[in-house]
């Protein structure tokens, strides 16, 4: 007798062509949520994202609004008794800036290799459209295993700004057993993996002022102290010699990764020369007592991710700057907080900010870090899925990035999230040519349908 999931995974490559063709135009929208003059593009793609669920068979799909960009509801609850699975994701996309770097237009998608490139093609339109294709199989059987519900929202790439507030006023209809959150990605396509952490983010403006006006620097320049010097000072005073953050109290909460997870980050592949051949650097650079792949998720950092001063046009301008700034990010680990980081800067800037400048913080976003339990079912049954898929057994790891709807579902449905997905280090999200692997997004579509029979009581 047939398996009912295979029936399902059969569905699912015999429509791969389909599929593609969905995730396609699906890129074609050019939903960058951090730009006013896209604001209708992203209400396109949320009102596309809508229609297509309720093509598939999900119910009561509504594009929700917020004080910003919608959120994508939709649900299927027609198997009482049976888990129900909170679907996360977010449709919107980065900038693709800078266009003339592309190989071909961002939002014009094309296969090139077993390669879909596009803006968002792996951030995070293909990890939508692969779980909405699972369950879209899964539906075909006529048994389905479990209820479905989703939430799709427009402003992850922007902090997720009003995805709190959402979540808190409609935590009640958001109530799942398990949240299926695929915004994590793999480590590599012949490595599944699933992540079982997340480094919290507290992000920043620090701004120095000088004097009242931008000065000419040959009638000024000797007795006015340069705000881009001073902030550029400043900044570089933020870490030691050995690449530990400088801020007071910045370590004294940081939970250090135990045993056990050092000894699991052994399997991981993430060594000295992957993160060379990843980034182009010529030489690696930080905490020397942790190991590269320790340093970009066990452990905190800050990173200047930004700055801005004086004249940056074409051209001389001889000038000493009124004004410097440059934004922040600060990445946490378990029991390190927010607020508490924004304290310590206030501190380090007080401490050692000279008083030829004046200086403020402003407090961008934040969110908590995560620590999922492996012991969690939904956790077995993805990786088990995984291991059906790829033929072997995942490698369990905390990622670097922060994702604020896990913490949120966390605090506000007590949902606690499985973690995956099938984008790779890679894909260059964020950055052009952005582009997802066809042969992995498949094997992603795959291990869902898996993962969803997996939970069937």
Request: charged share 25%.
């Amino acid at each position: 007798m047939t398996d009912v999931r295979d029936i399902a995974i059969h569905y699912a490559h015999q429509n791969r062509d389909r599929f593609l063709a969905d995730l396609k135009d699906f890129v074609r929208i050019p939903s960058i949520s951090t730009l006013e003059e896209y604001k209708p593009e992203v209400l396109r793609a949320a009102l596309w994202l809508a229609d297509h669920l309720r093509s598939i068979g999900i119910e009561n799909v509504e594009v929700m609004p917020t004080e910003g960009h919608p959120v994508v509801y939709g649900e299927w609850l027609k198997r009482p008794g049976a888990p129900t699975v909170l679907i996360y994701g977010h449709y919107d996309v980065q900038p693709p800036d800078p266009v003339e770097e592309w190989q071909s237009p961002p939002f014009e998608p094309v296969v090139r290799q077993d390669q879909l490139f596009g803006r968002g093609a792996s951030d995070m339109k293909g990890q939508v459209m692969a779980v909405v294709s699972a369950v879209e199989a899964a539906l075909k059987t006529d048994r389905m295993p479990v209820n479905v519900k989703f939430l799709i929202e427009g402003e992850e790439e922007i902090g997720s700004a009003h995805l709190e507030d959402f979540v808190k006023k409609h935590a009640r209809k958001l109530k799942a057993d398990v949240c299926l959150n695929t915004d994590a990605g793999m480590i590599g396509a012949d490595l599944p993996s699933i992540t079982y952490g997340l480094r919290g983010l507290a992000y920043m403006e620090v701004r120095v002022y000088g004097p009242s006006k931008d000065l000419h620097s040959g009638l000024f320049g000797g007795v006015v102290h340069n705000p881009a010097q001073a902030l550029a000072e400043l900044i570089a005073g933020m870490h030691d010699k050995n690449g530990r953050v400088t801020l007071p109290g910045f370590y004294e909460k940081a939970r250090r990764p135990s045993r056990r997870e050092r000894e699991e980050y052994k399997r991981l592949p993430t060594n000295d020369k992957f993160f060379l051949s990843h980034t182009g650097v010529p030489k690696l650079w930080g905490e020397p007592n942790y190991t590269p792949a320790e340093r970009v998720s066990l452990r905190p950092t800050l990173e200047v991710n930004g700055m801005l001063s004086g004249w940056t046009a074409p051209g001389g301008k001889t000038i000493i700057p009124a004004y410097a700034m440059a934004k922040i990010s600060c990445r946490l680990v378990p029991d390190q907080r927010p607020a508490d980081v924004f304290k310590q800067m206030k501190a380090y800037l007080k401490a050692k900010a000279p008083k030829t400048i004046r200086w403020e913080v402003i407090e961008m976003h934040s969110s908590e870090p995560v620590i999922v339990d492996l012991a969690h079912p939904a956790v077995n049954a993805m990786a088990d899925g995984l291991e059906r898929v790829w033929g072997k057994r995942p490698v369990f790891h905390r990622e670097g990035g922060s994702i604020g709807a896990v913490i949120y579902l966390q605090k506000y449905t007590r949902v606690d999230s499985v973690l995956t997905g099938f984008g790779l280090p890679d894909d260059g999200i964020h950055s052009p040519n952005e582009h997802l692997h066809l042969p992995t997004w498949q094997r992603g579509i795959d291990t869902v349908i898996h993962f969803l029979f997996n939970l069937e009581k």
